[in-house]
C-alpha cells in the first residue's frame, strides 16, 4: 500500500485545483489504497494559506469556508491522516544503511 507524506504547499493543491500539481495530488486522494498523512504544524499552514488568499481577493469568504469545510472532511473521513508526532530516525552503526 503507497503511503504518502504531504506538507502544506502538497495539500493546498488538493484545494486550489489551478495549482500545478494539482491534478497529481487530486489522484493521489482518489486512490483507495494509500495513505495520505501530514505532520501537525501543516493543519495552520493551510488554514492560513485559505485566509491569505481570500483577504488578497482570490476567493470570497464562502468559497474560503467551502476550502475550510472540505479540508476538515478529508480529515474526518480518514481520507487525510494527522501526525502529531515526527518519526525519530535512529542509525545503528552496526548495520548503516544502504
Known amino acids: 500500500m503507497p503511503t504518502y507524506l504531504l506538507d502544506a504547499s502538497a495539500l493546498c493543491k488538493r484545494y486550489f485545483v489551478n495549482e500545478i500539481g494539482a491534478t497529481l495530488v487530486n489522484d493521489l486522494f482518489q486512490d483507495a489504497t494509500s495513505m495520505r498523512y501530514a505532520l501537525n504544524p501543516a493543519i495552520p499552514e493551510i488554514l492560513n494559506a485559505f485566509y491569505r488568499v481570500c483577504r488578497e481577493g482570490h476567493l470570497t469568504e464562502a468559497e474560503r469556508d467551502a476550502f475550510i469545510a472540505a479540508f476538515y472532511d478529508d480529515i474526518s473521513n480518514d481520507r487525510l491522516f494527522v501526525s502529531c508526532t515526527v ?7 552496526e548495520n548503516p544503511a544502504p
Open 87 to 93: 518519526c525519530k530516525m535512529t542509525i545503528d552503526p
